[in-house]
Structures are given as structure tokens and as C-alpha cells.
């Protein structure tokens, strides 16, 4: 079937086999055509590759943890580490619950799709922005791991001896924390460097995967919008109206049902953006020694503000969109108004149709003011902590390194 | 009072309108000659601005009024660049004025263009709009309130202009002996022009467009807010036109068809606003941003102590000038809002018998719809926003006066660095 390469499943597909080779969203038979093809079985090599990464984010969240605790006194920066693999923890915990729920969520969003298959089609070139989402952000993150590894050595450097001691030095440099507690062995410093690969990746992964989906809600949103456009000021028999407003219900209920399933993700995914905004705007004031460090800095400062802006206001954009029909039910001419088009006018004046955060808050352009509002005075708060204590210049390095990879 | 309005604009119809005392007061003739001073400067470059109707109103890329505004949003991009480069010797909050003022107006003159290619389609359908109620006729004395406000603003533009030269002349006269040296001290080491100096060398040439560049980039600091308001007024004009015909018929006895007719103007009047909101509702956030933060700046460089009346008199005026630029905007925009919601009182005193479909339809549309204009979709401008920009300029305030504290008592930094940069 032409462009059924757009459907919700087909287009998502390509991130979530990436989210595979990464320990999250065990779920099989993702690449059918299908929803009939997904399955969630607890006992398969997926769920205990899952496992297996949950174990390694676990010991990382230990060993930081420790040495925190084992410190003189707990600074804003000394917190991200344990803050980051904690981040990192539930959220693989968070796409193993989604995980064993997909199947049934995938379905319900195909019902809907076969609904508006007739009239509506398929959303055009979604395939492809969720192919340039998924090519995007692996690309991005494994330069930013890679700009990690590379800070990382040259600070190892001058500590090695030559020759292959440069890889014990640079273990030994990068998990500082994790050696002070076991000895040093290349097994376990190669474990730790695939768990914390698979935490950096989590992290900017749970940003690019409510991106794509509140994209997938806004464009069946706009399609249903479009429609209506098309009768805009005329007349058209109440069957019409009646249709559209049931198709209306029918995107509503799909919206409450995404939510249910994603919202305590997408809570996760603010507050974590947030606290690493406010993280790294702190650390840029501070004086950055070398043209690396520079580079490193922006790059991933910038790169996290286009993830937390790209996530906002995608998800912002389902509330705009639902609320889009009002323009064309406003217009219904007199003659035509009829019980139909009341009820529906009602059901989008009164009824709330938006993501949520755990049901604590909604997701809405109002909120993203807020959030950077938020932002600015969580800063100015922090600029005069730190004037109080002197720099930590060094102590801010290792942790930007730990937390930013 | 008869429903003869038109439902599709007659084109023929259209050609023939000749100026005259009724349509003088049109929106399309009222703004004209705002938008020419405004061409002058390079913002809005749209052909056919004193047409004698909007269908003669176009945007071409290759007319010389779109390559002079593209000329001046090179230029101003290119003083930001500037900016930013001073900025790599430290960033602190007196080097970033220089960024924001500059990239405001980069922001503006891109804006503008953007707008000028949807100001032929925006001034069509409202010119329908004011065709389809002719039979309100057209808001009194609306070209000379236009004309009034824009002197207005725009005198106390230039009047700030002035006082920011002659404040700072003032003070490089004092550190210098000779009328040259005089300027060369002024171009290079009174702050304001910091940023070109930086990377170029001084020669008149230079001082000349730097002169030049920095009046053009306050004109349209201070014309982004003063066409915010004057739209936002000719809007509430058109609205008020609506309000007082009903309220003049309040606690009447009127048939359905009637009403059905009102809604349906009211229903024009939203969707124009709406319209209206597409097309300027980033100019409004970049103006709103930009305003609280100069408001911000200001007040903590009022927190220095100032030398010399004309220093007193300029930073007076001039933070008074912000102030009173940004409270009038948000009235103005304001009253958009609170214009959309007078209907709901006469649709309240319709009598039973009358109070049937349209009616109940035409007070649910008033109470549900938010007519009004937002930055963005972020905030919608009501009275209430006024309010809430107050409470955050006053947070920020606090804690920016607890930061100022903090690194005056570690350095020695004379007033003069303190100054409003972006003059």
C-alpha cells in the first residue's frame, strides 16, 4: 500500500530499532506492517540485554552515590553524576513498562489510522522526518560520546607511561570513582564504559522518542484539520458534522490513551532537562581553559537545548493543534448550525486535549514560558551561590565529563 | 442596519474607490503614511503603501525599497557579530547590551520582511471586513489619532537620541583638550560604539556609518513597539464600531436573523484578528523580550550614582521613555482583548423570547474564544499580563541588585562603564 510507510508503526520504527541496540523498548517484530506483529514476551535475549544494562547503570549509580557521600560537603555540580545514572535508571525501567504495553497502545493508534484511512490518507513525509529524527540524534550523541572519550584522554595522557599503559591510564582517569572501590581489570573497565554509553545514549534518547511521537499526534491532528478547512463558511449535511466530530472523540481518546502511557517519561524528560540546563549554564560561567574545552561546552550545551526545545514545543503543539478546529466550527453558517456542530463546538471549548507530565502538569506554550522563566531565576540563584564559594574549576570538569557523556 | 453586506469583495468595484472624506479613516489610508517614514528606514518594504486601496499593496524581493531593508539587516547582523567578538573578553552584563540591542533590531528588520510579505493579504481582508460593515462607516478621526501617536513616539525617540549624544559628548569633552580629539575619544572609549572599534580602525568614514547605523537601528527599536500599537488600536477601533451599535439596541426585542448577522460580523472580526496575531505575533515577543530587558538594565544602572544634569536628565528620560513605551503597548494590545468582550453584556439583557439558537451561540463563541493578540501563542496580551511583567521585572530586580553587590565590592569600575550601552 503506498505511503503506508507513513503509519504511526512504520515511521517510528527506525528510532525504536536504534532504542533496541540500546537496551531500551524490548519489543519485537517492531518492523512489520502490523500492530498484530508486535510482541512482548518477558523471557527473550532483549529483555535480558535490558536487564544486563540496568545491572551496569546500577553499579555506575552505586559508585557515585558512594562518593558523594564520602565528601567533605555536596555542591551543585558533585550532585549530577549520581543524578544523571539515576535519570538514566528509571528511564530504562520506564520503556521496559512501555515495552510490555506497546503492542496494545500500537493497535489502538492503528484503529484509529484505519478510521481516518479513507478520507484522510496517511501524514505525508512523516517517514522521513522520523528517519532524519532517529539518523540525527545517533549521529549527535555518539559525537558528543566521542568528544567525551577524547577530553577524557588527553587528561590521561600525561599520567600514562607509554605505550598500552595509555589505556590503563585512561580507564583508571575516567572511572576514577568505580577503581577507588575494586581493583583495576580491562573486563571491568570495558563493562562500565558500554553501561555508560548506554546511559549517554538513554538520555538524549528519551528527549527524540516524545519528539517523534507528539509529532505522530500532531499530524493526524492537522490532517483531521485540514479537512475540515476544506468546508469552511459552507454548508455541509449534519452526517458531515457528526462524523467529524466522532472522528474528533476518537483522536481525543487516542491523545488520554498516549498519555497515560508516556506521561511519566515526559515528566522525567523535563525535569532532567531542566536540572542539566541550569547545570550547564552554571558551568559556563566559570572560565573554560582550552579551545576543546570550548568546543565540548557549546556543542553540548547546544545540543541539550535543542533536544529540551525540540521536546517542548513538539509536544506543545498537540494542545495548538486540537484547538484548531474552533476557527471552522465558529463559521458554520447560520442555516446549518444544527445539535451536531453545538456538541462539538462544546467538546473543543471545554475539554483539555494535551500531553500532561504524570498529570501534574499540561504541556502547553504557557508552560515553556514558564519553564524558562524558571530557568533564568534558578541561574541568578546559582551565579550568587557560587560568588559565595569560590570556584571548583577542577571538581566541575570531571563531573561536566561524566555528566555530559 | 439591512444585511446587504458583501460576501466576496467585487474587484471592479474596488478599483474605482477614490480617496475621500469617508474612507480617509480607512485602516489602508489611516497607517500610510506611518509605513512611509517607516520605508525610509528600511522596515516594511511593501510597493503601493498610498494605493488608493489594499489590492494595490505588493512585495516584490527585487523592488529597491526590499533590497535597502535587506542592506540594513546586513548591517545590523553585521554590528551583533561585532558584539559578540567584544563579548569573548569576558562576559558580563554591561558587554551584553550591545548583543541584545543589535540582535533586537537583526531580529526586527527580519521580522518586518517576513511581514511584508503577508501585508498585502492581511490589509485585503481587512479592507473586506471594513467593506462587508460599511454600515458602521469607518472609526472617527482614526488617520489623525495615528498621526498623533506616531509624532509622539517618535519625538521622544529622538529627543532620547539627542540627550544619549549629548551626555556622552559631554563626558569626552571633559577628558579631552581639542574638538578631534574630542571625537576620536568619543567614537573609541565611551562605550557606545565599542563594539565597531573594536575591529576596525577610526576614521571619519567609520564614525560617519557608525553614527548613521546606530540612528537607523533606534529608529526601529522604538518603531517595532509604535506599530504595535497603532494596529493594535485600529483594531480596537473597528471593534468599538461593533460594540457601540449593540449596545444601542440593548434590551431590545429583535429577530433571529438579526442576531444571526451580528455573530457572523463578530465571527469576521475574530478571525481578522486572528489573522492579524499570525502575522505580528513574533514582532510582539521579540518586543515584549527585549523591553523587559531593557527595563531591567536600566534599573540597575540606576543603582550608580549619576554625575552631571544631562546624565541625570538622559537616564531619566530614557528609562521613563521604556517604561512608558512598553505600558502603552500592553494597553493598547490590551484593549483588543477587553473590546472582544463588551458583546457579552448586551447578550446578557436579550429579552426570553428573543434568547433562542443564535443568541445562546453567539454569548458561548464570546466566552470561549480568546480574542486577543499573544507573542507566540505564549501569552495572550490582556491587562492581566501588565501585571505579571510588573511582578517579574521586580524579581529579577532584587536578585540582579544582590548580584551587582557582589561584584562592585571586588572591582573598581568607574560609572561611565555602567552606562546604557545601546545608545
Same mark, same amino acid.
Given at each position: 500500500m503506498s505511503g503506508a510507510n507513513n503509519s504511526f508503526q512504520r515511521a517510528l520504527c527506525p528510532l525504536l530499532v536504534a532504542g533496541q541496540c540500546f537496551?531500551?523498548?524490548?519489543? @519485537? /517484530?517492531?518492523? /512489520?506492517?502490523?500492530? @498484530?506483529?508486535l510482541q512482548f514476551r518477558w523471557l527473550s535475549p532483549r529483555v535480558a540485554y535490558t536487564f544486563l544494562s540496568l545491572v551496569g547503570i546500577f553499579c555506575h549509580l552505586c559508585v557515585c552515590v558512594r562518593e558523594l557521600v564520602v565528601a567533605d560537603h555536596i555542591t551543585y555540580s558533585a550532585c549530577a553524576p549520581p543524578i544523571f545514572f539515576a535519570v538514566t535508571f528509571l528511564a530504562t525501567c520506564f520503556y521496559l513498562r512501555l515495552a510490555t504495553k506497546w503492542p496494545d497502545l500500537v493497535s489502538k493508534w492503528q484503529t484509529v489510522e484505519q478510521t481516518m484511512l479513507k478520507d484522510y490518507g496517511y501524514p505525508r513525509n512523516f517517514e522521513r522526518r522520523c528517519k532524519f529524527c532517529a539518523a540525527f540524534m545517533l549521529t549527535a550523541s555518539t559525537v558528543e560520546h566521542l568528544m567525551a572519550l577524547y577530553s577524557c584522554l588527553l587528561r590521561a595522557l600525561p599520567r600514562s607511561t607509554g605505550g598500552l599503559d595509555v589505556v590503563r591510564a585512561f580507564y583508571t582517569s575516567w572511572f576514577e570513582q568505580a577503581f577507588k572501590m575494586t581493583e583495576y581489570a580491562l573486563w571491568k573497565s570495558l563493562l562500565l564504559q558500554l553501561s555508560n554509553f548506554l546511559a549517554t545514549f538513554t538520555w538524549s534518547y528519551m528527549d527524540m522518542y516524545v519528539t517523534l511521537v507528539s509529532m505522530a499526534l500532531t499530524e493526524k491532528f492537522l490532517q483531521f484539520g485540514e479537512g475540515l478547512r476544506a468546508v469552511r463558511g459552507k454548508a455541509a449535511p449534519l452526517k458531515f458534522w457528526r462524523e467529524a466530530r466522532q472522528l474528533y472523540d476518537n483522536l481525543c481518546c487516542l491523545t488520554r490513551t498516549v498519555d497515560e502511557h508516556i506521561s511519566h517519561l515526559v515528566l522525567l524528560c523535563l525535569a532532567s532537562d531542566l536540572y542539566f540546563i541550569c547545570l550547564q549554564l552554571f558551568n559556563s560561567l566559570k572560565n573554560v581553559k582550552t579551545l576543546y574545552g570550548y568546543i565540548y561546552f557549546f556543542y553540548s550545551f547546544g545540543y541539550l537545548l535543542f533536544r529540551a526545545s525540540s521536546m517542548c514545543f513538539c509536544a506543545a503543539a498537540v494542545n495548538e493543534v486540537s484547538q484548531k478546529p474552533r476557527d471552522v466550527l465558529y463559521a458554520v453558517p447560520a442555516g446549518t448550525y444544527n445539535a451536531e456542530v453545538e456538541r462539538f463546538i462544546d467538546r473543543v471549548t471545554t475539554d483539555e486535549v494535551a500531553l500532561t507530565g504524570f498529570r501534574l502538569i499540561t504541556l502547553n506554550r504557557r508552560l515553556i514560558l514558564t519553564i524558562v522563566g524558571s530557568i533564568v531565576t534558578y541561574e541568578l540563584l546559582l551565579v550568587q551561590q557560587g560568588n559565595g564559594q569560590g570556584s571548583f574549576s577542577e571538581e566541575l570538569e570531571y563531573a561536566a565529563n561524566i555528566t555530559i557523556m | 442596519m439591512t444585511g446587504g453586506f458583501f460576501k466576496e469583495c467585487d474587484l471592479a468595484m474596488m478599483n474605482t474607490v477614490t480617496l475621500n472624506e469617508e474612507n480617509v479613516n480607512s485602516f489602508h489610508h489611516a497607517i500610510s503614511s506611518v509605513i512611509v517614514t517607516a520605508q525610509c528606514f =528600511?522596515?516594511? *518594504?511593501?510597493?503601493?503603501?498610498?494605493? *488608493?486601496?489594499?489590492?494595490?499593496l505588493r512585495f516584490q524581493w527585487n523592488s529597491f525599497r526590499a533590497v535597502f531593508s535587506i542592506f540594513i539587516l546586513l548591517g545590523a547582523g553585521l554590528n551583533m557579530c561585532f558584539a559578540v567578538v567584544l563579548m569573548q573578553s569576558g562576559i558580563s552584563f554591561e558587554q551584553s547590551d550591545g548583543v541584545v540591542f543589535f540582535g533586537t533590531v537583526t531580529t526586527t528588520y527580519m521580522l518586518f520582511l517576513q511581514l511584508a510579505k503577508q501585508w498585502p493579504n492581511l490589509m485585503v481582508e481587512w479592507e473586506n471586513l471594513e467593506l462587508s460593515q460599511?454600515? !458602521? =462607516? !469607518? *472609526?472617527?478621526?482614526l488617520h489623525l489619532k495615528i498621526k498623533i501617536i506616531a509624532t509622539a513616539v517618535l519625538t521622544g525617540a529622538l529627543v532620547e537620541h539627542a540627550l544619549s549624544k549629548s551626555s556622552r559628548i559631554t563626558v569626552a569633552a571633559a577628558h579631552t583638550d581639542n574638538i578631534t580629539d574630542m571625537f576620536h575619544h568619543y567614537f $573609541?572609549? $565611551?562605550? $557606545?560604539y565599542n563594539q565597531m572599534f573594536a575591529v576596525m580602525d577610526y576614521s571619519f568614514t567609520t564614525a560617519t556609518l557608525t553614527l548613521i547605523t546606530n540612528f537607523i537601528a533606534t529608529f526601529a527599536w522604538n518603531f517595532t513597539d509604535l506599530f504595535i500599537i497603532l494596529v493594535s488600536l485600529a483594531l480596537t477601533e473597528r471593534f468599538h464600531l461593533f460594540n457601540q451599535y449593540l449596545v444601542s439596541l440593548r434590551g431590545k426585542f429583535l429577530p433571529e436573523s438579526f442576531w444571526a448577522q451580528r455573530r457572523e460580523e463578530y465571527n469576521n472580526l475574530s478571525h481578522l484578528t486572528r489573522t492579524l496575531d499570525s502575522c505580528i505575533s513574533k514582532i510582539v515577543l521579540v518586543s515584549f523580550g527585549s523591553n523587559l530587558y531593557f527595563i531591567c538594565r536600566q534599573l540597575l544602572n540606576s543603582l550608580s550614582p549619576l554625575d552631571g544634569v544631562i546624565n541625570t536628565l538622559y537616564f531619566c528620560w530614557s528609562f521613563g521613555f521604556v517604561l512608558f513605551r512598553t505600558v502603552t503597548l500592553s494597553l493598547y494590545a490590551a484593549s483588543i482583548y477587553d473590546e472582544s468582550l463588551l458583546p457579552k453584556r448586551v447578550l446578557y439583557d436579550v429579552p426570553p423570547e428573543s434568547y433562542r439558537g443564535e443568541v445562546s451561540r453567539f454569548l458561548s463563541q464570546i466566552v470561549t474564544d480568546t480574542v486577543a493578540l499573544s507573542g507566540m501563542n505564549f501569552f495572550?496580551? $490582556?491587562?492581566t499580563l501588565l501585571l505579571t511583567l510588573a511582578g517579574t521585572i521586580v524579581t529579577y530586580e532584587i536578585v540582579l541588585v544582590q548580584l551587582n553587590s557582589i561584584t562592585i565590592i571586588g572591582s573598581n569600575t568607574t560609572n561611565n562603564m555602567t552606562r546604557k550601552f545601546y545608545e
Open positions: 537496551a531500551l523498548m524490548p519489543v @519485537s /517484530g517492531l518492523t /512489520g506492517y502490523d500492530a @498484530s506483529t | =528600511g522596515l516594511l *518594504p511593501v510597493l503601493g503603501v498610498t494605493g *488608493p486601496n489594499a489590492a494595490s460599511k454600515h !458602521y =462607516g !469607518y *472609526p472617527r478621526r $573609541t572609549k $565611551t562605550g $557606545t495572550h496580551i $490582556t491587562r
